[in-house]
């Protein structure tokens, strides 16, 4: 919120300073702007609070993806998963991670760069086993 007041500030003053020379068709520019900045701010802390989690427990593994609550949630049999990873061969490809058990597999850490996903796929095994 304050990093949209001040450039909303910046950007209205400036509009307001060059309407004074008369360039007034500029305010409506400025407005719709400074919208334009507080909506890919709000599109973008909205999409960083996408949260996975994975929940192991003797039977079952639970995976849930959502914001504040669990959009989709879905239940594997702990024995007959199988965990997937597979590294990417180029300096930019991140890699695969996934968990599947009958033909369906869930892709798991899309957010993750390849050291972290290499991190949680050694803790999952370790897990699993």
């Known amino acids: 919120m304050w990093l949209a007041a001040s450039l909303g500030v910046v950007c209205l003053g400036i509009a307001l300073v060059m309407a004074a020379f008369g360039f007034w068709m500029i305010i409506p ?50 024995q007959w998963s199988k965990l997937n990873y597979r590294r990417g061969h180029s300096d930019f490809d991140v890699g695969d991670l996934s968990v599947g058990a009958h033909g369906k597999h869930y892709t798991l850490g899309a957010c993750l760069g390849r050291d972290e996903k290499q991190v949680l796929y050694l803790k999952l095994k370790q897990v699993l086993q």
Do not use: M, N
């Open 29 to 78: 520019f400025a407005g719709a702007e400074v919208v334009f900045i507080i909506f890919c701010l709000h599109w973008t802390l909205k999409r960083l609070s996408h949260k996975e989690v994975i929940t192991v427990d003797d039977q079952a593994i639970r995976l849930e993806w959502g914001y504040t609550e669990p959009d989709l949630a879905v239940d594997l049999p702990r």
